[in-house]
């Protein structure tokens, strides 16, 4: 591309105030070097009021830092809120930030910073033609015990069950090509849309490359995915989704 593509950066956010200040701005310093055409767009999905209150005070102070006043043609805010007031889940706070994005390519992440948006620079080197996603894996995952068992059962087991072509189905550290979506709809509300992501761009005729990413324990906020109260509901997630795409091959 003569044009550097313009980025969009969104994060998922569930009363994680202590990180996204910090995440943001290091988002904000690495896209900087990338490209000068950016947005922010961070998804409040139903926070106490006290995290909103404090997202909505770290937003504006972020904004007053990063005027948009050198930038020709461009009109708005560099970061903005698209605040849920009912918690619609993972997936809908991922199907919001898609939606809300308007910029050539998409980054996301989690707002608990057990990623390091820094390496969003990784994804952005390795976007070769032909490559609708790329996505990280983790080099190793820093959690208690039991999530990385957990984790390392669900991620064989979709990976065989849904036939990815990835190696880590649960690092949500992704950078997408807008015009993916052209082709993929998103319906999945919770945290199987990740697999439902990964496995409509495969079928949609996308490459997908990947990068190994670093992963640190979570210092703010907790799982919405991982957790035994979940393992029965995404059990059955999973088989939805399984029959839907895999038996009826029902794609939109």
Known sequence: MNKKPSISIFFPFLNDWGTVGS???LSIGTVQ???DDWEVVIVNDGSSIKDREALGTIVD???IKYQK???KNIKGLRVRIIDHEINRGYGGSLRSGFDATSKDLIFYTDCDAQYDPRELKLLYEKL???VGMVNGFKIKRNDPWFRIVAGRVYHHLVRIAFRLPIRDTDCDFRLILREVFQKVKLFENTGTICVELVKKIDHA???IAQVPVHHFWRTSGRSQFFNFKRVGKTGINLFKLWWKLIILKQWQ
């Open 205 to 207: 005729g996308y490459k």
């Open 128 to 130: 070769k033609p032909g």
């Open 23 to 25: 995440l943001v701005s």
């Open 61 to 63: 102070l972020l904004n």
């Open 69 to 71: 006043s050198n930038i």
């Open 33 to 35: 070097k990338l490209t």
